[in-house]
C-alpha cells in the first residue's frame, strides 16, 4: 500500500475495456478461415472493396441481399488496413464483442460502481460463447454488441436524472446500427426487452420519452438512407429483404438449422461452463434482468431455423445474473480461471482439428493466373476463394441451375439464384450450366477449375491438390474451331 504521502496510482477508468479488446483480439487471426460462413461473409466485403461500388453488397459478383451491410463496410475498412487476412475479416465480431463489453460495463457501473464493474466485465470475458462469438465472423455478435448498449442506453434514459434525451438518442442510434447490422430484430429485440418492463411498471412518462421525435429522427437518419437507395436501384428489395428475409424466415420451415424448441435452453449453459454451474441459483433472481434472458431465448426458440449465435444478445444480463450468483462464493476464481483456460485452449483446438479453408488452393490459382484467365468452381461454396486467389473478377459458378430453379430447398445454390433475380445479366455471367462450359472451353485465354476431385471432367489436369480441393486446368478441346 502506498504511504498517505505517496498518492495512489490508478489505471484509467477506460483500462478495462482496453483489456477486453486486447484479449479478443490476441489470437483472433490465428485460425483459418471457417467455411461457409466465413467466407461468405468476408469474401461479400472482399467483393465490395475489390470491385464494387462501396453501397451494394455482392456474393461472386451478384447482389446479395440477405443481411444489411455494416458488417461489410466494417471488414472493408480493416481489408484496407491489413490486407485479405482472417483477423480483417473479423473485425465487425471483434467490435460487436467490445461493444456487448461496453454495454454490460456501463451498466454494471450504474448499480455497483467501478470496481465490480470491471470484475463483472472479467466474467463476460471468458464466456466461451463470448469469446468464440467474438472471433467468428458473421452478423451474429455485431447485432448482439448493438441491441445491448441499445437496452443499456435505454434503461439509462429512464432511470438518470440527467442527460436523459441523450441517452435515449443513443439507445435509437444503436437500434439503427443494429438494424444495419442484422436487420429488423435490431429494433423488434430491444423493444422486446424495454416495453413490457415499463409497462408492467407503469412507466407512462418514460413511453412518451422512448418515442421522442428527435431519438425517431436520429434513427431515420442513420438507417434508412441505404435501405432507400437499395430499393430505388432494385426494385424488389423490399419485397426481399423485409419479407422474405424477415418475416417467412420466421414463420415458416423450409429454411436450413431445424432446431428443436430447447435448443438455447441447452446452448446457453453449455456455452458458458463453467460459470453457468450455478445458473439455476442466477435465474432465482427474478427482475429485469431475468425478463431480458427470457424474452430472447423464446423470441428465438419459436421458429424452426435456429443458430447458436442467435441467443448472443442474452449474454449481458446473463452474465450480470452469474455474476451476482457467483460473488462472494467459494470457487468464484476457480470457475473463472477454468473459463479463461477454456477460451484460450479452444482457438489452438480448432486449429489442429478444425477444417481448412482454400488458402492453398488459393494460393496456387494467384500464382498461375494471367490476364484474360478464367475460373470455374463447382460442388461447393468456394466463397473465400475469390479472396485467397485475390481474384479481380468472380469465378463462374458450375452447376444444373435449370434443376435447381425448380428447388425451393435453403442451399447456398439458392443464394445465387435469389442474387440472380437483381441482376440478370450478371447471374448470365456466373451461373453456368454444363453446356455453358463445354462452349466456354473454346473461348481465350486459360480456363481453371477449382473442384473436389471427384467433380471434375475426366480430362482437367490437376494442377496443385488442396486440403479441400484441387486446382485444375481444362485444356481447350481439339473439336474446337
Known amino acids: 500500500m502506498p504511504s498517505p504521502a505517496e498518492p495512489a496510482r490508478r489505471l484509467p477508468a477506460w483500462a478495462p475495456l482496453a483489456l477486453l479488446a486486447l484479449w479478443l483480439v490476441a489470437l483472433a487471426g490465428w485460425r483459418p478461415v471457417a467455411l461457409p460462413d466465413e467466407g461468405r461473409y468476408g469474401g461479400v466485403a472482399y467483393e465490395m472493396l475489390a470491385g464494387g461500388d462501396g453501397l451494394t453488397p455482392t456474393l461472386f459478383g451478384l447482389p446479395y441481399f440477405h443481411k444489411p451491410p455494416l458488417m461489410y463496410w466494417i471488414d472493408m475498412a480493416a481489408l484496407h488496413l491489413l490486407g485479405p487476412k482472417p483477423l480483417a475479416l473479423r473485425a465487425a465480431p471483434l467490435l460487436g464483442a467490445w461493444l456487448l463489453g461496453l454495454a454490460l460495463w456501463i451498466e454494471a457501473r450504474a448499480r455497483w460502481g467501478a470496481q465490480d464493474a470491471a470484475r463483472a466485465l472479467a466474467w463476460l470475458a471468458v464466456l466461451p460463447l463470448f469469446y468464440l462469438g467474438g472471433q467468428y465472423a458473421n452478423h451474429d455478435m455485431l447485432v448482439a454488441g448493438w441491441i445491448s448498449l441499445a437496452v443499456v442506453a435505454a434503461r439509462r434514459a429512464f432511470d438518470a436524472e440527467r442527460h436523459r434525451l441523450a441517452w435515449i438518442c443513443g439507445a435509437w442510434a444503436a437500434m439503427a446500427m443494429a438494424l444495419l447490422s442484422k436487420g429488423l430484430i435490431g429494433v423488434v429485440l430491444p423493444g422486446l426487452v424495454v416495453l413490457p418492463v415499463l409497462l408492467w411498471q407503469r412507466r407512462w412518462r418514460a413511453l412518451r420519452l422512448a418515442l421522442h421525435p428527435l431519438g425517431l429522427a436520429v434513427f431515420a437518419a442513420l438507417a434508412l438512407p441505404w435501405m432507400l437507395a437499395m430499393q430505388q436501384r432494385y426494385p424488389g428489395f423490399f419485397d426481399y429483404f423485409i419479407v422474405e428475409q ?45 425478463w431480458w434472458v427470457i424474452a430472447i431465448v423464446a423470441f428465438f426458440s419459436l421458429p424452426r431455423s435456429k443458430l447458436v449465435g442467435y441467443v ?30 477454456i477460451c484460450v485452449a479452444a482457438v489452438p483446438g480448432i486449429v489442429r482439428w478444425g477444417k481448412p479453408d482454400h488458402a492453398d488452393v488459393g494460393a496456387a490459382l494467384h500464382a498461375r493466373m494471367a490476364p484474360g484467365d478464367r475460373v470455374v468452381v463447382t460442388s461447393e461454396p468456394f466463397f473465400d476463394l475469390r479472396l485467397q486467389a485475390r481474384l479481380t473478377q468472380p469465378p463462374a459458378v458450375l452447376a444444373d441451375w435449370d434443376a435447381l430453379r425448380n428447388d425451393g430447398a435453403d442451399s447456398w445454390h439458392r443464394e445465387l439464384l435469389d442474387a440472380a433475380r437483381f441482376d440478370p445479366a450478371g447471374g448470365d455471367r456466373v451461373l453456368w450450366t454444363p453446356a455453358r462450359l463445354a462452349r466456354e472451353r473454346c473461348g481465350p485465354g486459360r480456363l481453371w477449375l477449382v473442384a473436389p476431385p471427384d467433380a471434375a471432367p475426366q480430362d482437367a489436369r490437376p494442377v496443385s491438390t488442396g486440403r479441400r480441393a484441387t486446382l485444375y486446368e481444362l485444356p481447350r478441346p481439339t473439336a474446337c474451331p
Open 246 to 290: 424477415h418475416f417467412h424466415r420466421y414463420t415458416e420451415a423450409r429454411f436450413n438449422n431445424a432446431q428443436p424448441w430447447w435448443f438455447f435452453l441447452a446452448v446457453l449453459p453449455l456455452g458458458t461452463l463453467p460459470m453457468s454451474l450455478r445458473l439455476p441459483a442466477a435465474l432465482r433472481r427474478i427482475g429485469p434482468d431475468l
Open 312 to 341: 448472443l444478445p442474452a449474454l449481458l444480463p446473463l452474465t450480470l445474473l452469474l455474476f451476482e450468483a457467483w460473488r462472494g462464493r467459494r470457487g468464484a476464481r476457480l470457475a473463472w480461471g477454468l473459463g479463461a483456460l
